[in-house]
């Protein structure tokens, strides 16, 4: 397997910046793009991510052996597919209609990260991140072993990256667990018991298959 | 310190019955709370924009209106002004006609508000949602800055030399920038030059120190360092007796949640969760007199705000315990802050020390 150094994450909002502090933590280097110019960033990371780079989307997704997508989901049409051919790509945002408002596309069966592989199909597509609150992510982080460690499903299509980000998870201080194919990312979405629940890796496997019974 | 109360009209349920109140009682009962903060001396009262039968604060000036000739010195606001869904020219009349009628005692706190049902209510679509609020902050900005505006933008008909009267006897409205923590947010109000409120209703609250220092910085970056002022929102409930003040406000505080999270699709957190919150530097400010006060100023050391206020008639709670609450804020809590940082210090933001 490759190995991972760099991690690219497109927003700069609460999940982005909480995002970045713990990859930073973790030892990673990190970048961190928006829609702006990185100069109207930069103020922005020195403070909220000391150490992460503002760089534009472009130069930082193809740059980054991981890039998280953690910007409004309503942005998503902005992203050029063309950059994301073959890179492994973290979705961390959600559909949640009574919060960000209804949009035509989302509606329906298929999960949201579903709609965003269709939209980037060279993209190596990962879901992860989404069901825990970005007030918790970096508090809740432990080391390996620690009984109140929490767990975050992992779900993508490809086999291989879905093991990279597995890895990243683990060591910023998660417990990855496999929900397998993209689609099983419907599993762990708004209004499913694991999202915003925060569980150890126990239950969050048995709630995943808890749900693949009744699918 | 200024210390406060705000509050969504939370309508009252019968213990006996389970059944909900109704909505006229909880705006009676709005106002005799927000009197009662007068009567023992809290610093701010702010009304929260809602619009459902738990939440029917949807017309908040018209309580604070009321409450302006029946109080004295507090200061009445809204938290938040859901700016996004109304007309700025008729929010910065209300809150003018308030300013007159309370003698200068009002103030618009601005935010995208996190309940969005007033967005299919007065037709507008959350897919605006950054570019509704950034078009009609700007609006309410110019008209506060002159009696007369000609303005146009995309979401509202434009001003030729419009007059929006009355004018505030100060000259200006305070006109807070609310934000639940994302970074952008700060950078924009400080960058502005306006005050700005942190809605801290989850998670660790000295987390939200970074987010004042980029406010901070990014004011100082419009060389408005001198404008500078940061008020904290948070849920909290006094009570004489710690570990039952905790029970108490854990009951209403949880079937909030439940409310919300029925419909949002998240689960209730449970009680260890809500422990865990409600002491140390947790966002939920529940506990004895002694406690709230040495968390407060505790939070006051790392993000250097002049203002806290609380949210606690959630989730149904009786209006008694409601009343209480607020009566031990002002009686108990305040002198013990006012005792570790000094009464009233709106100046004391910590970059005014540097060149002082």
């Given at each position: 397997?490759?190995?991972?150094?760099?991690?690219?994450?497109?927003?700069?909002?609460?999940?982005?910046?909480?995002?970045?502090?713990?990859?930073?933590?973790?030892?990673?280097?990190?970048?961190?793009?928006?829609?702006?110019?990185?100069?109207?960033?930069?103020?922005?990371?020195?403070?909220?991510?000391?150490?992460?780079?503002?760089?534009?989307?472009?130069?930082?997704?193809?740059?980054?052996?991981?890039?998280?997508?953690?910007?409004?989901?309503?942005?998503?049409?902005?992203?050029?597919?063309?950059?994301?051919?073959?890179?492994?790509?973290?979705?961390?945002?959600?559909?949640?209609?009574?919060?960000?408002?209804?949009?035509?596309?989302?509606?329906?069966?298929?999960?949201?990260?579903?709609?965003?592989?269709?939209?980037?199909?060279?993209?190596?597509?990962?879901?992860?991140?989404?069901?825990?609150?970005?007030?918790?992510?970096?508090?809740?982080?432990?080391?390996?072993?620690?009984?109140?460690?929490?767990?975050?499903?992992?779900?993508?299509?490809?086999?291989?990256?879905?093991?990279?980000?597995?890895?990243?998870?683990?060591?910023?201080?998660?417990?990855?667990?496999?929900?397998?194919?993209?689609?099983?990312?419907?599993?762990?979405?708004?209004?499913?018991?694991?999202?915003?629940?925060?569980?150890?890796?126990?239950?969050?496997?048995?709630?995943?298959?808890?749900?693949?019974?009744?699918? | 310190?200024?210390?406060?109360?705000?509050?969504?009209?939370?309508?009252?349920?019968?213990?006996?019955?389970?059944?909900?109140?109704?909505?006229?009682?909880?705006?009676?009962?709005?106002?005799?709370?927000?009197?009662?903060?007068?009567?023992?001396?809290?610093?701010?009262?702010?009304?929260?924009?809602?619009?459902?039968?738990?939440?029917?604060?949807?017309?908040?000036?018209?309580?604070?209106?009321?409450?302006?000739?029946?109080?004295?010195?507090?200061?009445?606001?809204?938290?938040?002004?859901?700016?996004?869904?109304?007309?700025?020219?008729?929010?910065?009349?209300?809150?003018?006609?308030?300013?007159?009628?309370?003698?200068?005692?009002?103030?618009?706190?601005?935010?995208?508000?996190?309940?969005?049902?007033?967005?299919?209510?007065?037709?507008?679509?959350?897919?605006?949602?950054?570019?509704?609020?950034?078009?009609?902050?700007?609006?309410?900005?110019?008209?506060?800055?002159?009696?007369?505006?000609?303005?146009?933008?995309?979401?509202?008909?434009?001003?030729?030399?419009?007059?929006?009267?009355?004018?505030?006897?100060?000259?200006?409205?305070?006109?807070?920038?609310?934000?639940?923590?994302?970074?952008?947010?700060?950078?924009?109000?400080?960058?502005?030059?306006?005050?700005?409120?942190?809605?801290?209703?989850?998670?660790?609250?000295?987390?939200?120190?970074?987010?004042?220092?980029?406010?901070?910085?990014?004011?100082?970056?419009?060389?408005?360092?001198?404008?500078?002022?940061?008020?904290?929102?948070?849920?909290?409930?006094?009570?004489?007796?710690?570990a039952k003040a905790k029970d108490i406000f854990w009951m209403h505080w949880h079937a909030a949640m439940e409310q919300i999270g029925k419909i949002r699709g998240f689960a209730p957190p449970p009680r260890f969760h809500y422990d865990k919150e409600a002491s140390g530097d947790g966002a939920l400010?529940?506990?004895?007199?002694?406690?709230?006060?040495?968390?407060?100023?505790?939070?006051?050391?790392?993000?250097?705000?002049?203002?806290?206020?609380?949210?606690?008639?959630?989730?149904?709670?009786?209006?008694?315990?409601?009343?209480?609450?607020?009566?031990?804020?002002?009686?108990?809590?305040?002198?013990?802050?006012?005792?570790?940082?000094?009464?009233?210090?709106?100046?004391?933001?910590?970059?005014?020390?540097?060149?002082?």
């Open positions: 397997m490759p190995s991972v150094h760099k991690i690219g994450i497109l927003g700069a909002g609460r999940v982005g910046t909480a995002l970045a502090r713990l990859a930073l933590t973790a030892g990673y280097e990190v970048s961190v793009a928006t829609a702006r110019p990185p100069a109207e960033i930069a103020l922005l990371l020195e403070i909220m991510a000391p150490g992460a780079k503002p760089e534009t989307a472009k130069a930082l997704v193809a740059s980054s052996d991981i890039v998280i997508l953690a910007l409004p989901l309503s942005k998503y049409a902005t992203l050029r597919p063309d950059l994301f051919a073959g890179k492994i790509v973290i979705d961390a945002m959600n559909y949640w209609p009574p919060v960000d408002g209804a949009i035509a596309e989302f509606e329906g069966v298929a999960s949201s990260s579903e709609i965003i592989q269709r939209h980037l199909p060279g993209a190596l597509l990962v879901r992860s991140f989404n069901h825990m609150g970005y007030h918790e992510i970096e508090q809740e982080a432990r080391p390996q072993g620690d009984p109140d460690r929490r767990a975050l499903a992992v779900a993508g299509d490809d086999a291989e990256a879905r093991a990279l980000v597995a890895a990243f998870i683990d060591r910023l201080g998660y417990d990855p667990v496999d929900a397998g194919r993209l689609a099983a990312s419907r599993r762990f979405g708004v209004g499913t018991p694991i999202f915003g629940a925060g569980y150890g890796r126990e239950e969050v496997a048995g709630l995943l298959s808890a749900a693949r019974a009744v699918a | 310190m200024e210390l406060g109360i705000y509050s969504f009209g939370d309508v009252q349920k019968d213990a006996a019955t389970g059944k909900l109140g109704s909505t006229a009682d909880a705006m009676r009962n709005l106002l005799e709370a927000i009197q009662l903060a007068d009567q023992v001396g809290l610093d701010f009262f702010g009304i929260g924009e809602h619009h459902t039968r738990e939440m029917p604060a949807s017309a908040a000036t018209v309580v604070l209106g009321a409450a302006a000739s029946t109080t004295r010195t507090i200061r009445l606001g809204s938290a938040v002004t859901v700016l996004s869904t109304d007309d700025p020219v008729r929010v910065y009349q209300q809150f003018a006609t308030l300013d007159a009628l309370s003698n200068g005692r009002a103030e618009i706190v601005a935010g995208r508000g996190s309940s969005t049902e007033s967005f299919p209510l007065f037709g507008h679509s959350l897919n605006d949602y950054d570019e509704l609020y950034a078009e009609k902050l700007d609006l309410l900005l110019k008209i506060d800055e002159s009696e007369t505006i000609t303005w146009q933008g995309k979401f509202r008909p434009a001003l030729d030399n419009a007059l929006i009267v009355p004018r505030p006897d100060s000259g200006s409205l305070p006109i807070w920038l609310a934000t639940g923590g994302n970074p952008h947010s700060s950078v924009r109000a400080g960058l502005l030059g306006l005050p700005i409120s942190y809605a801290i209703i989850g998670g660790q609250a000295n987390r939200f120190a970074p987010l004042a220092e980029l406010y901070r910085r990014a004011a100082s970056q419009a060389d408005a360092s001198e404008k500078v002022k940061i008020s904290i929102a948070s849920p909290g409930f006094v009570g004489e007796d710690a400010f529940a506990g004895d007199p002694e406690e709230i006060a040495e968390r407060v100023v505790k939070l006051h050391g790392s993000i250097g705000h002049m203002r806290q206020f609380f949210q606690t008639d959630v989730g149904q709670m009786p209006h008694r315990e409601f009343l209480r609450s607020i009566e031990l804020l002002g009686t108990r809590v305040k002198p013990l802050v006012d005792a570790e940082l000094g009464a009233h210090r709106p100046a004391m933001e910590k970059t005014d020390a540097v060149g002082a």
